[in-house]
């Protein structure tokens, strides 16, 4: 069993930066492809990006690519999203996601969540 935590989540103007985290208790953490999810109102939950066991592979969701960076500190049971250059589209409630085994961009395939931090960009 796995619990997420995230945080870091708030309001920003369009440009701005933000880092999400996502602690995890367990001792397993290390053991499981991690991954950020967003929904954004009126809108279905969407990937956007993981990180595979290892930290050797990442995936990201073509919008985000080269503005969202995703990494992970197994030796703080954390997993976090760097978010750059936000835009508008950006807002939503973001969520992390844990991954025992299964495609990285699939929704379904995540067996753990957490509740999710708001994230707002103004413009």
């Known amino acids: 069993q796995v619990q997420l935590v995230e945080s870091g989540g708030g309001l920003v103007q369009a440009g701005g930066s933000l880092r999400l985290s996502c602690a995890a208790s367990g001792r397993t953490f290390s053991s499981y492809h991690m991954g950020w999810f967003r929904q954004a109102p009126g809108k279905e939950r969407e990937f956007v990006a993981a990180?595979?066991?290892?930290?050797?592979?990442?995936y990201y969701e073509n919008s985000v690519k080269g503005r969202f960076f995703i990494s992970r500190d197994d030796a703080k049971n954390t997993v976090y999203l760097q978010m750059n250059s936000l835009k508008p589209e950006d807002t939503a409630v973001y969520y992390c996601?844990?991954?025992?085994?299964?495609?990285?961009?699939?929704?379904?395939?995540?067996?753990?969540w957490g509740q999710g931090t708001q994230v707002t960009v103004s413009s």
């Open positions: 996601a844990a991954l025992i085994s299964g495609f990285p961009r699939a929704e379904g395939d995540y067996a753990y």
């Open positions: 990180i595979s066991w290892s930290g050797g592979n990442t």
